[in-house]
């Protein structure tokens, strides 16, 4: 079986980082938007950094101005996952950018997500979940709006609760509120850290706001007593190597931490993050680690349960899942 056929499992997307250009331009010509300052000639998203990545990518999401546009996104997206293998797919939706966080406002765009999502399953076999975040450069006044609505929306479908954002802005336990009253509705919880905080701001996550995963998490290695903590205590590190790797945290892909990290005991996983803009997906995640360090079935058996062990769905979807799992024996 090529790697590109493996099922895979992915918990780290951004609904609307994972839109194909061809899909934003296409919206923004429908109404009449000039995005053309945000992608290169041939194409694809242009940006400099990482702070120029977020504006380009709050760009790019300002033409999704509908919970018909969302529907679309989302079954553009779940199409392309499905192509490359994924057959459970978390993702990270913002009521930011899905009604301003009006509550009837974001269950209106979710349940035209959740419609879309049913037709990919129903379709091509995949199942997706949402994780609502809250973005930290928005400040905490901004998070609250987005936990309310989560906590009210709680179930099924929407799993879990996060943050991303810019890592430089305020602190972790700015948020506790938030992620309190998400926890308060049985949300599960991760957040963005260690991406470009360091080691000291996984702590932070761990220590002010008690989640279960993390969010990228890679510079833990920085901190060896912060590692053997995250293997006793087995907490998940949402890797995107890929994404990592594009955005300059690490120059290239052998001096990605993500091997060291498994060698220390941390459990890790594989995601896209935002594939259109790192020029890739979870096929070209598995070749990259496969040739850079020597991975094969069974490291990705391993991380495919990592994955469906530390999924925010419930006990009868992750059994549908784990079948899967068994039915292409990695």
Known sequence: MSLKELPKLELHLHLEGAAPPSFIRGLAQEKSVDLSGIFREDGSYAFRDFVHFLSVYEAATSVLKTPDDYARLTRAVLEESAAHGVVYCE???????CGGGDV??????????QEAAAEAEARDGITLRGIVTCIRHFGPDKAKDAARCAAETAGDWIVGFGMGG???KGRQGDFSYSFDMAREAGLHLTTH????GGAKSVREALDDLKVERIGHGVQAINDHALCDRLAEDGIVLEVCPGSNVVLGVYPKWDKHPIQALRERGVKVTVSTDDPPFFHTTMTREYEQLARTFGWGP?????IS???LDAA???????????EKLKDHPQ
Do not use: N
């Open 91 to 97: 993702t990270f939706v913002s009521p930011d950018f």
């Open 104 to 113: 009837g406002a974001w269950r209106e765009y979710l349940h035209a997500m």
């Open 166 to 168: 810019d890592e430089s």
């Open 193 to 196: 850290a260690g991406e470009w």
């Open 298 to 302: 069974s490291d990705f058996h391993e």
């Open 305 to 307: 349960q990592v994955a």
């Open 312 to 322: 925010f769905c419930d006990a009868d979807t992750r059994a549908k899942i784990a």
